[in-house]
């Protein structure tokens, strides 16, 4: 029996949910890139996911949490292990007063678009950020002057052991881009406070935050969005630009004309283009203006290699 059979037999009899084998990931990443995984779970409810994030712990089966794919590159040899895909049950939105919860599986323009109709405003510079509410959270997604963080209150951690807790705000010791959440927990919902505000001026002002992503951003080519985190006082998109390197391209990697901070898939790119970009473009910049360019997207099935 091999240990991909014994991993299919612990988990079947683990958890409820739909456990796929052999899921290929390029079908699951904003940037359309990456190959299999072991094993695809879609827990049933909060319960199922605690009870597979259990038994994976418990037979040391490495986990991965997805949300939207949109800030991730995953290896062309995939993934050994059991990626748990939460947006097909964990999409509830719910609210009372100024409070509004949010499975973490749901996308974070679902979210806006639930606020904008009931004009609970906070969140309307996040508009246009792809991918999920779990993800925003662990990312600390942020656009225009605003992060996720200035409305959060909450959220609800699935943990290796099989148990729910909540973490405040505080404890999650949000920056820039990171939070203080361990790895190992996986968010299965989140609750947030806003303000009164009115839904039509709320609505214009979403447009008006699409209407410059699309005039400054490739959107319609398959990205995993910004590269870079913002250096200090700087910007990745200006260093990248300023060394020269819009245009680039190791195989059907591109850094964008657009936005340099942008690489995009110009046809059949594999993650060895695009981790082999992402390594040209950190050198360069590092040897032009000596700053060291941070990686702002996962990756995953690289080893130490990423």
Excluded at 279 to 301: C, M, Q
């Amino acid at each position: 029996m091999t240990v991909k059979t014994d991993m299919f037999r612990i988990l079947n009899r683990a958890v409820r949910g739909r456990l796929i084998e052999d899921e290929p990931l390029s079908g699951h990443t904003s940037f359309r890139i990456g190959g299999p995984a072991d094993f695809w779970f879609h827990p049933k409810d909060i319960e199922d996911l605690s009870a597979g994030l259990k038994a994976c712990a418990e037979d040391g089966v490495p986990v991965f949490v997805i949300g939207r794919g949109t800030n991730l590159l995953v290896a062309d040899a995939g993934f050994r292990g059991v990626v748990f895909d939460l947006a097909e049950t964990f999409t509830g939105i719910s609210g009372e007063g100024p409070e509004v919860n949010a499975g973490a599986g749901g996308l974070l323009w679902d979210l806006l678009d639930y606020c904008a109709a009931r004009g609970l405003s906070g969140f309307e510079a996040l508009a246009g950020i792809p991918g999920s509410v779990g993800g925003g959270v662990r990312l600390n997604a942020g656009a225009f002057g605003r992060e996720v963080r200035d409305r959060l209150v909450d959220v609800t951690t699935a943990e290796p052991d099989g148990t729910l807790t909540v973490r405040t705000r505080d404890a999650l010791a949000m920056e820039y881009r990171r939070t203080a959440l361990p790895e190992a927990s996986v968010v299965a919902s989140a609750r947030f406070s806003f303000e009164p505000g009115d839904p039509l001026r709320m609505k214009a002002e979403q447009e008006a935050v699409l209407a410059r992503r699309r005039e400054k951003q490739p959107l319609s080519m398959p990205s995993a969005g910004s590269v870079f985190k913002r250096p200090p006082g700087d910007f990745a998109g200006r260093l990248i630009e300023d060394a020269g390197l819009k245009g680039l391209r190791i195989g059907d990697a591109m850094v964008s004309g657009k936005h340099a901070n942008f690489i995009v898939n110009v046809g059949s790119a594999s993650a060895s283009d695009v981790k082999a970009l992402i390594d040209e473009i950190r050198g360069r910049v590092h040897a032009r203006f000596g700053v060291t360019l941070e990686p702002e997207i996962r990756f995953l099935g690289f080893g130490d290699a990423a």
